[in-house]
């Protein structure tokens, strides 16, 4: 993904898929599966006329080799944020190193963890990652 995007266009993504998520966990509220979720923000998504790719195959290079991998990401929203959708307990430290490597391998500057079994989207099923791409955006 070679991006020409800027801070604002991924930071006012971001709000819109925050809003979608609102929106999904308003209507449906915590408890259900995680793919359940992820239809019903694809459905947002189309709504709202944003470009995204769900279920995004995530190759790895190594060494001049691609190693084509079952990989995926949950999301990617108009090739500039990476969105791994969730319905757990809690939030792992696994679920975010797993973030934070699609972001590098797949060149995005910012990525969404979203956990729909919360009581609120906003305080506690959300967290937001950035990496240096990001902090290259003008």
Known sequence: MKNIVSKSFVDALEYEVTGACIEIHKA???????????????????????AFISEHKV????????????????????????????????????YEA?????????????GLLINFNCTNIIHNGKKTFVNELYRDLL
Do not use: W
């Not at 509220?29 to 944003?50: A, D, F, T």
């Not at 797993?98 to 910012?110: E, G, H, N, S």
């Open 98 to 110: 797993q973030l934070l490597t699609y972001m590098k391998l797949l060149k995005a500057p910012k």
């Open 28 to 50: 449906l509220g915590p408890g259900l599966l995680e793919s359940v979720y992820h239809r019903c923000l694809e459905k947002e998504l189309l709504l709202k006329q944003i």
């Open 59 to 94: 190759d790895v290079e190594y060494k001049g080799l691609i190693i084509n991998t079952a990989l995926r990401v949950d999301l990617v929203i108009e090739n500039c944020l990476a969105i791994e959708l969730k319905s757990v307990e809690m939030f792992h430290p696994i």
